[in-house]
């Protein structure tokens, strides 16, 4: 992606996002693996139920409201990447929130609820990505449509047990990254590393699939999924280090 033109990047961006759209609606329905919402780490802390895995959620308000401290100290940023990036920080302070509701008491409807912060935000570090890589208009379009996706797969997965369309959601948004990591960033850009999102990302799918397995190897002192949420907040850190380091007076 690195020689084309910006309008070329944006027709190649659409060509990519439209193939995962029809592997969304026409993949065979899987289900939620068996036992999914049994997690490894049942403990009460002073009543509260499973509470680690509820209170590892809190790193998600912190990094969203720091993310939203920071925007506010960069008033020369572009409209449109402050716009994206607010929303990637507001997604992730609802996600403390709609996680920790779910963590109560795992079950298809606090699920759902779960994915509604995770889904504004992947629009929002989608859109923000495709904007510094690609063009303001390629970012607020992903985001707009991946705002409007999420919220459908994951009421279609509480609806009829079908988690296609999520898991083709994340595994896409991850290979858009991916691809958009190839591209330079603009000259406007805030320049924040998406191969860095990547990675603490891809480190937060593997400690969620090794919750049982490292809850029983650090003998009972914290679960997989608990280090998972950290690690995904984390995932805020490069767009977080960005932001410290935008110029405040440079003007786009």
Not at 81 to 105: D, E, P
Not at 196 to 214: F, N, P, Q, R, S
Request: net charge positive; charged share 10%; with cysteine.
């Amino acid at each position: 992606m690195k020689t084309l033109t910006t309008p070329a990047a944006e027709r190649a961006l659409l060509a990519t996002v439209l193939p995962l759209l029809a592997l969304a609606a026409l993949a065979p329905a899987v289900p939620l693996p068996a036992g999914y919402h049994h997690f490894a780490d049942q403990r009460t802390l002073a009543g509260l139920p499973h509470a680690m895995d509820v209170l590892t959620n809190l790193p998600f308000a912190v990094v969203g409201a720091w993310g939203l401290a920071l925007l506010r100290r960069a008033p020369t940023l572009a409209a449109p990447l402050r716009a994206l990036a607010g929303l990637f920080f507001a997604g992730l302070a609802l996600t403390a929130l709609c996680s920790g509701i779910y963590h109560l008491r795992p079950d298809a409807t606090g699920l759902a609820l779960d994915r509604l912060g995770m889904g504004l935000a992947f629009a929002g570090v989608l859109g923000l990505a495709a904007a510094e890589r690609v063009s303001a208009r390629a970012g607020v379009a992903l985001a707009a449509l991946v705002a409007a996706t999420a919220p459908a797969a994951a009421a279609l997965d509480w609806l009829t047990g079908n988690m296609t369309p999520w898991a083709v959601l994340q595994a896409g948004g991850v290979l858009l990254l991916a691809l958009l990591a190839m591209r330079p960033a603009r000259p406007q850009a805030l320049g924040f590393s998406i191969l860095g999102v990547i990675a603490w990302y891809a480190l937060a799918k593997a400690l969620e699939l090794a919750d049982h397995a490292l809850f029983h190897a650090l003998q009972g002192v914290v679960s997989g999924h608990s280090l998972k949420h950290m690690a995904a907040a984390l995932a805020a850190g490069p767009i977080l280090a960005a932001l410290r380091r935008w110029p405040q007076g440079r003007l786009l």
